[in-house]
């Protein structure tokens, strides 16, 4: 988040619960998953504020990016790369899930939001993937 605010971006954080309680692995992943998701709101959403929600924990971690709708930046223009499926594949490797798109904002044109998560194995259970359409929260 450091990276994202030296850039100008403005950026509200919660943060909650220990992030050495999870493997180091999955920490890598909030990390990654938050900075893609900060660039992409500079480089899709320029001057628009965003809100980074992580919480670790054993049974489950997750983490969510959000932001308003903003004005694209030239470097919009300039085509995409494949962080969101990078970040897919790994989120997944992970045994976990990740989701992204529009939501409703309240401010003119949709916003968007980046949410990733992991359950933990309970008795047996597998964590699973599960994709389709960004569920509004």
């Known amino acids: 988040m450091a990276e994202a605010r030296s850039a100008g971006q403005t950026v509200e954080a919660d943060l909650a619960g220990d992030a050495e309680s999870v493997p180091v692995s999955h920490r ?20 628009a ?4 929600t992580v919480r670790y924990g054993t049974a489950e971690s997750a983490v969510e990016v959000r932001n308003d709708a903003g004005t694209p930046s030239e470097a919009a223009a300039l085509g ?5 499926i990078g970040l897919t594949e790994r989120v997944t490797a992970l045994g976990g899930r990740l989701e992204y798109g529009p939501t409703d904002s309240g401010q003119p044109g949709p916003g968007r939001a980046v949410r990733a998560g992991r359950r933990g194995r309970r008795r047996g259970v597998k964590a ?3 994709s389709g359409p960004l569920p509004e929260r």
């Open 128 to 130: 699973g993937f599960r």
């Open 80 to 84: 995409g790369g494949y962080g969101l």
């Open 49 to 52: 504020p965003a809100r980074v």
């Open 28 to 47: 890598l992943a909030v990390h990654r998953v938050v900075r893609e998701a900060l660039t992409n709101a500079r480089k899709h959403a320029s001057g």
